[in-house]
């Protein structure tokens, strides 16, 4: 559960845009990068945590802005809407290179395309982002997630985890007989 925590942390902290919370989440997410054998991220977190206490020292009118929650970004004025930039990237940039007339349609991938591709992509984003208000903020929707196939085998996994819970539920004890369980099985 503290893990589930810590990442309910994490998440309400780039969904707040909370700084603070942020950084400190981030920090204690390097001792589970660590148990998990994720050493990249367990060192490339500890960089990272050691340059953005120093921020308020090096760059100080960064550090306010994202003190003021600027280090996330948001698609809404909404309490509960930021979002981490990476986030942003995968969701945006990279459904651009996917969908219809991006990259990966039948296009190619050499430099000129490419090129071509990312000089105006910039220009298309602004056209569909003014033809979505347009429209009352529709967004036309094509992705593999809405077809019937995809629909139908999701209605079968939720069935089997349906059924495996039936089985093995995770709520068959109450909270003291929980305890226990957890108190009489520590001490053998």
């Known amino acids: 559960m503290q893990h589930v925590q810590l990442l309910h942390s994490f998440v309400t902290a780039e969904r707040m845009s909370n700084w603070e919370q942020h950084l ?5 997410m390097i001792q589970l990068f660590a ?14 945590i050691q340059l953005m206490r120093e921020l308020a020292e090096t760059c100080p009118w960064l550090s306010n802005l994202f003190q003021q929650g600027l280090h996330t970004m948001r698609k809404s004025d909404r ?10 990237i995968e969701q945006d940039m990279m459904a651009a290179v996917k969908g219809k007339g991006g990259l ?20 298309c984003a602004t056209i569909s982002a003014a033809l979505t208000e347009l429209v009352g903020g529709r967004k036309t929707v094509d992705h593999v997630e809405f077809t019937r196939a995809r629909m139908k ?3 079968e996994d939720l069935e089997k985890l349906m059924g495996f819970f039936k089985i093995n539920n995770p709520f068959r004890f109450s909270d003291s007989q929980a305890c226990e369980f957890i ?6």
């Open 24 to 28: 400190n989440a981030v920090s204690m």
């Open 35 to 48: 148990a998990t054998n994720h050493f990249n991220y367990a060192k490339s977190a500890y960089v990272y």
């Open 79 to 88: 309490y509960w809407a930021g979002l981490s930039t990476d986030l942003v």
């Open 104 to 123: 990966t349609r039948g296009r190619g991938l050499d430099e000129s395309t490419r090129s071509i591709w990312l000089g105006n992509v910039t220009e």
């Open 153 to 155: 085998r999701d209605a």
């Open 183 to 188: 108190f009489w099985h520590s001490c053998k």
